[in-house]
């Protein structure tokens, strides 16, 4: 069975990405599962997609825990512990990254085992129409070697064609680059072995308090009451800002966060709303000192408390 999970960001089309993937395996006669995973739905937001395709009936459910093949779209989140890039990996996971940072400097980077590739962008590519998932795509069935340019190309019109010939032509334009480039590695990634039945790992429960309905399920009819509504419980990771490291640049951070959640005070240093910051760790991946770690939640609020 192929194992195979795509990582990027919200609005970078990952998602549609991984129904290309399963929709040209299927095309080929295999079995197929494809899901996206993701919390908020907004841009820049942490998601992967995972695809399994076999010739054999799939029984697996959930997330991958062994992939054969992890495609990054956007190399800011290997730093992000919640993204879970490198979760999984082992001697025998193909890691692809869309960077131009060589492989090597990668390999040694992060330490894996496993074979690491390098997808460098095109002179151009930010000004063309279509998905940067068509890429990844592309990159995903060239590596396996067993689905033909035809079934991709089709899987694309199939996925992409509700937005219209101009995001068709773009993406089978991106695509097929990606399919010639990466000509010589068809067929490097292999079928992973079947998983046993007794290897799965108890959940990690969390005990949650019940409330009444009044406060566990209220309605906001006011306008203009957004401010309200605390989008920090949403959060799992805390960015916290290192005082002694911050240059105070925060027309950086306060500028990537997609939810507005840094200000800045009258000293011009960058302050956090933690009551709106849902966690997405942009901030973290920004910033030019590294003045921003990540700590999770349950630790910073054991900090706070003591």
């Known amino acids: ?5 795509l990582h990027g960001r919200g609005g970078q089309g ?6 290309i993937v399963g929709s040209a395996f299927f095309a080929e006669g295999y079995e197929v599962q494809d899901a996206p995973r993701y919390g908020a739905e907004r841009r820049g937001a942490p998601l992967f997609a995972t695809v399994r395709a076999s010739k054999r009936p799939i029984r697996e459910r959930g997330s991958i825990r062994r992939p054969d093949l992890v495609v990054v779209a956007d190399a800011t989140l290997i730093p992000v512990a919640s993204a879970g890039v490198l979760a999984g990996l082992d001697e025998r996971s193909t890691l692809l990254i869309a ?8 390999r040694e980077r992060l330490c894996v085992a496993g074979p690491v590739f390098v997808l460098p962008a095109e002179a151009g590519e930010r000004d063309e129409t279509g998905f940067l998932g068509a890429r990844c795509a592309a990159a995903v069935v060239r590596m396996v070697g067993v689905v033909s340019r035809a079934s991709l190309e089709g899987a694309i019109r199939e996925e992409i064609g509700p937005l219209g010939e101009r995001a068709v032509a ?9 399919w010639e480039q ?3 590695r068809s067929g490097c990634v292999t079928e992973g072995p079947e998983d ?9 429960w969390i005990d949650l308090p019940f409330d009444p309905a009044r406060v566990s399920a209220p309605d906001v009819f006011g306008v203009a009451t957004s401010v309200q509504v605390r989008t920090g419980l949403w959060r799992t990771m805390r960015p916290l800002i290192d005082r002694d490291v911050c240059r105070g640049c925060a027309w950086v951070c306060s500028t990537f966060c997609p939810d507005g959640a840094i200000g800045v005070d009258a000293t011009g240093a960058p302050q956090i709303d933690y009551d709106h910051c849902k966690g997405c760790l942009v901030c973290v ?5 590294h003045a921003i770690r990540a700590v999770p939640e349950r630790e910073a ?4 408390a003591m």
């Open 1 to 5: 069975m192929y194992r195979i999970r």
């Open 14 to 19: 990952i998602k549609t990405a991984g129904r």
């Open 99 to 106: 960077s131009d940072v060589a492989s090597d400097v990668w």
């Open 170 to 178: 773009g993406s089978l334009s991106r695509a097929l680059r990606v």
């Open 182 to 184: 990466l000509e010589d």
């Open 196 to 204: 046993a039945a007794d290897v799965s790992e108890r959940p990690d």
């Open 285 to 289: 991946a920004v910033c030019p000192p």
């Open 301 to 304: 609020a054991a900090e706070e």
